[in-house]
């Protein structure tokens, strides 16, 4: 795994997949934060490539109800996919920052087509309390930020699961969820089915975040060219990310967040990188973007020692 000397950054004002606006400053709120002065602080070059366009839902009507706003969201999904591919290809560091995590399809696609096209697996490590493994059959909501996962696996709705390389974009052996304690009923039931290792809270509790790290990038490593982190703000608990869309108690701490950001950057194994769901309009401050900065600095290598 070569060394990461360049990340290229896009921002996805997405708030298409959740039931009501803020994500779509994400993007805005970590640049605020300083994302890219923190990166280069670092000694590593970092570009800005601005954001992906994305329909606003004033200007749209939801034609699918077992699926809002489908057809957009999967519009943006397929420019993010080729830009993340862009990047790819040119040898540097895709970092993606949302909006809503349904945006998560488009970056997946983007860099396990890279590897595919080289026939190389890619890894993945899905943070979240959700497991946003719903399909357009069993989501109670419609609401789209909560099939990613179950799309970029190939379940759910051909308009997210076809537009990779391959369906499924990755192999379920390859993929792991942490910080889950949240399923809806048929969510659970599905995610069982697919094979993918889940890590729940109880699990973190149980085992302590670095024995879960560790097992997390074994699982993602094995097998692969390297993994995605995608980190959904949610996954933390809200007393230090007040600023996400759908907040659950009992949630991943701050040091136990980082220390999970430091072994991945340890792992030397991470290929790419995004961070979904924040939220300004509920935050305290800026302060879950500057989380998610601190966050994203750690899984970029930045040392206590
Ligand atoms: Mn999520």
Redesign the pocket.
């Known amino acids: 795994m070569k060394k990461i000397s360049k990340v290229c950054m896009h921002g996805v004002p997405m708030d298409l997949g959740r039931g009501h606006r803020g994500v779509d400053m994400g993007p805005s709120a970590i640049r605020i934060a300083g994302m890219g002065s923190g990166i280069k602080a670092l000694g590593i070059e970092f570009e800005d490539r601005g954001n992906i366009p994305v329909e606003i839902p004033e200007r749209l009507v939801p034609k699918n109800k077992r699926a809002r706003f489908l057809r957009p969201i999967a519009d943006a999904c397929e420019l993010l996919r080729d830009e993340v591919r862009i990047v790819m290809d040119e040898g540097h560091f895709p970092l993606v920052v949302g909006g809503d ?1 349904s945006i998560a399809v488009g970056t997946i696609a983007g860099v396990s087509g890279y590897f595919l096209d080289q026939k190389e697996e890619l890894g993945l490590i899905w943070f ?3 497991g ?1 493994f719903n399909t357009p059959d069993t989501s109670p909501t419609g609401n789209v ?2 099939m ?1 996962l179950a799309s970029c696996l190939g379940y759910g709705a051909p308009e997210l699961c076809d537009i990779g390389r391959r369906r499924p974009m990755v192999l379920p052996e390859n993929v792991v969820l942490i910080g889950i304690r949240d399923l809806d009923q048929s969510e659970r039931e599905l995610l069982r089915e697919s094979g993918v290792k889940v890590f729940t809270m109880h699990d973190i509790d149980r085992l302590g975040m670095a024995r879960v790290a560790m097992e997390a990038i074994e699982i993602a490593s094995t097998g692969t060219a390297g993994f995605h982190v995608s980190f ?1 703000l ?1 996954g933390c608990d809200p007393s230090i990310a007040k600023g996400v869309g759908t907040p659950v108690k009992g949630g991943v701490g701050y040091r136990e967040s980082h220390y999970l950001m430091e072994a991945v950057a340890q792992s030397q194994k991470l290929v790419s990188l995004e961070m ?2 924040i939220d300004p309009v509920l935050d305290d401050g800026n302060s879950t973007a500057e989380l998610a900065k601190e966050l994203v600095l750690s899984a970029l290598g930045t040392r206590i020692l």
């Open positions: 995590h979240d309390a959700h946003d930020h909560g990613p959904d949610d979904t769901e």
